[in-house]
């Protein structure tokens, strides 16, 4: 079923699972949760390394901005800050870039991450206050190439000694990985150059 997936155009777990195997001479599963050495190593390390490889870099399909929600008052009185405002962290945050007013990316606040009675809180002095943060996205058909490319390789090292006993392969993924995080922000810094380059082209136009 997977590989019918798959070759329809769809991403699995199984399938990214099958890219790292590949990547080791490993074989492929029918399933991650099989009960072979092969399926078992591949999901004790697959939710670290997905989560290790959307720490390192802003990737567009796991990019979040929402408004923050504040806690209750009787929360709030109990914390222990220097800052005035508080508001529950967002629910599958893995990263935390920014707080921000209105969701303005040019009004950046200082803020603090507490807990106050078990619940993870975000302080600041910003009322309204917007998030901007990387969510820990599960579903592979998100994912983009980069992303891909990144995470099997990355998993392929984690699993490479275990699977095959020879630390040589371990090093050269992970060396495939950092190549792939690298051309991740090569991609992003052009992207970025050209947004700025034609917003201040249309500015100009405007301005006649």
Excluded at 18 to 36: F, P, Q, R
Aim: glycine content about 4%.
């Amino acid at each position: 079923m997977a590989d019918e997936v798959n070759r329809n155009g769809h991403q699995t777990e199984t399938g990214l699972c099958n890219m790292a195997l590949s990547y080791l001479g490993k074989g492929h599963i029918s399933n991650i949760d099989e009960v072979n050495q092969n399926a078992r190593t591949c999901k004790l390390f697959y939710d670290i390394t997905r989560q290790e490889v959307l720490r390192t870099f802003p990737w567009n399909f796991a990019h979040r901005i929402e408004r923050l929600n504040e806690v209750s008052d009787t929360d709030k009185r109990q914390a222990v800050s220097k800052f005035s405002e508080y508001y529950i962290y967002p629910n599958k945050c893995i990263n935390l870039i920014a707080v921000t007013t209105q969701g303005d990316d040019t009004q950046r606040a200082e803020f603090d991450v507490l807990v106050i009675n078990g619940i993870k809180v975000i302080a600041t002095d910003v009322s309204n206050a917007y998030v901007e943060y990387i969510y820990d996205e599960i579903n592979p058909n998100m994912y983009d190439s980069l992303f891909i490319t990144a995470f099997t390789h990355l998993l392929a090292s984690k699993i490479a000694v275990q699977l095959t006993g020879m630390p040589p392969l371990e090093q050269a993924q992970l060396q495939a990985y950092m190549q792939a995080v690298q051309l991740a922000h090569l991609h992003d810094s052009r992207e970025r150059r050209f947004n700025t380059n034609w917003k201040g082209s249309y500015l100009q136009a405007r301005r006649g």
